[in-house]
């Protein structure tokens, strides 16, 4: 996982990370998500307690808020690797402790809808290169 915020934030936050996430302002996915106790064991961990100002059940909601410049919130560290998905955010740190996964699931054996393999196919090659 990578955090990111505003450039506006970032210069505030980056120095000694993650000491610098005590008290925090932070956006989290809710607490019903094994991506949040994840990220609390890992808080733990490091000793630190975020301010959590927000919590969504939506990521692209999440994400939303974030860039408005309030608070800093966990990416996937995949995206630092296609920097047009960041958007005018600034990576503060990033912790290889804690993982989000992701999963596709298809009830046949073989893909077989052109679709369906053309997303697969596309995630293989920009995800996980």
């Known amino acids: 996982m990578i955090f990111v915020c505003a450039p506006k934030l970032a210069s505030k936050f980056r120095k000694d990370f993650p000491k610098s996430l005590d008290n925090a302002p932070l956006f989290l996915p809710t607490e ?36 408005m410049g309030t608070a800093i919130f966990p990416m996937p560290s995949v995206f630092e690797k296609q920097p047009e998905r960041l958007r005018g955010l600034a990576t503060i740190g990033h912790t290889e402790k804690v993982r989000m996964h992701f999963y596709a699931i298809s009830a046949e054996r073989k893909l077989q809808h052109p679709a369906v393999v053309a997303i697969s196919n596309a995630a293989r090659r920009e995800l996980f290169r």
């Open 32 to 67: 019903n998500t094994a991506l949040q106790r994840s990220l609390e064991f890992w808080f733990e961990t490091k000793a630190v307690r975020p301010m959590i100002i927000g919590e969504f059940e939506d990521y692209a909601l999440l994400r939303a808020f974030g860039e």
